[in-house]
Antibody, heavy 122, light 109 residues
C-alpha cells in the first residue's frame, strides 16, 4: 500500500519560507512523477507543481513560479517543496500526490497524503 | 484560471447525475487529459477518472466521463449515499501546467 506522509507545515510570517517534505513508502518511488496541490480553508484544489520520476522535468503553476521549488531525493523516497516569499492568501493544506506514470503527462494522481497545514500570518 | 463547474448538483438514490467542467480552447479543448477527483469532508482527494474516461483500479463503473469541445463531464449512475462529496475536474492547460475546476458539491437527496 502506498503511503505518503507530509511534514514541515506550520506558522510562518508573510515573506517567510518553509520547506515541506513528503515521505513515501510502499512504492518504487523513482518510477513515478509526484505533484503538490494545495487547498485553502473552505476552498477548492489548486495544482502547484509536478516533478518527473527522475527529477529531470519540473512543472509549476504561474502563481508560484519563481517562489516555490519542487525537488526529490529518490534515495530517501522523499519529495520536497521549498516555499519562499509566502503570502497570507497561501494559507492552506498542502498535499503531495503520486502520479500514475513516470512523466507529468496525465494530471492523474492516484495516491495522496493527508496534507500539512501552512499558515501564513503575522 | 480555474475551470468552471456548477457549485452544486443533486439527485435521488438510484438516479444519474452529470457534473460539467467547462474550460477553454487552451486547456480542456485540445487535450484528452481531464481527470476527476472525489473529496469527502476532511479527507484527501481520490482519483475517479483520468484521461477523460479511464477508471483507476477500484473505482466503480458507475462513474464515467466524456468530453465535447471545451467541456468535460462526469456522470454518476445509480447514485448512492456514499457518492455525496465534492468533485473536482483537472485538465492539462499547456505550458507545463495543470488547472483544477472550481468544484461541485454533489448531494444525494
Amino acid at each position: 500500500e502506498v503511503q505518503l506522509l507530509e511534514s514541515g507545515g506550520g506558522l510562518v510570517q508573510p515573506g517567510g519560507s518553509l520547506r515541506l517534505s513528503c515521505a513515501a513508502s510502499g512504492l518504487t518511488f523513482g518510477a513515478y512523477a509526484m505533484s503538490w496541490v494545495r487547498q485553502a480553508p473552505g476552498k477548492g484544489l489548486e495544482w502547484l507543481s509536478g516533478i518527473s520520476g527522475g527529477g529531470e522535468t519540473t512543472y509549476y503553476a504561474d502563481s508560484v513560479k519563481g517562489r516555490f521549488t519542487i525537488s526529490r531525493d529518490n534515495s530517501k523516497t522523499t519529495l520536497y517543496l521549498q516555499l519562499n516569499s509566502l503570502r497570507a492568501e497561501e494559507t492552506a493544506i498542502y498535499y503531495c500526490a503520486k502520479d500514475i506514470g513516470y512523466l507529468i503527462d496525465t494530471g492523474a494522481s492516484d495516491s495522496w497524503g493527508q496534507g500539512t497545514l501552512v499558515t501564513v500570518s503575522s | 484560471s480555474a475551470l468552471t463547474q456548477p457549485a452544486s448538483v443533486s439527485g435521488s438514490p438510484g438516479q444519474s447525475i452529470t457534473v460539467s467542467c467547462t474550460g477553454t480552447s487552451s486547456d480542456v479543448g485540445p487535450y484528452n487529459l481531464v481527470s476527476w477527483y472525489q473529496q469527502h469532508p476532511g479527507k484527501a482527494p481520490r482519483l475517479m477518472l483520468y484521461e477523460v474516461n479511464k477508471r483507476p483500479s477500484g473505482v466503480s463503473n458507475r462513474f464515467s466521463g466524456s468530453k465535447s469541445g471545451n467541456t468535460a463531464s462526469l456522470t454518476i449512475s445509480g447514485l448512492q449515499a456514499e457518492d455525496e462529496a465534492d468533485y473536482y475536474c483537472c485538465s492539462y492547460a499547456g505550458s507545463k501546467t495543470y488547472v483544477f475546476g472550481t468544484g461541485t458539491k454533489v448531494t444525494v437527496l
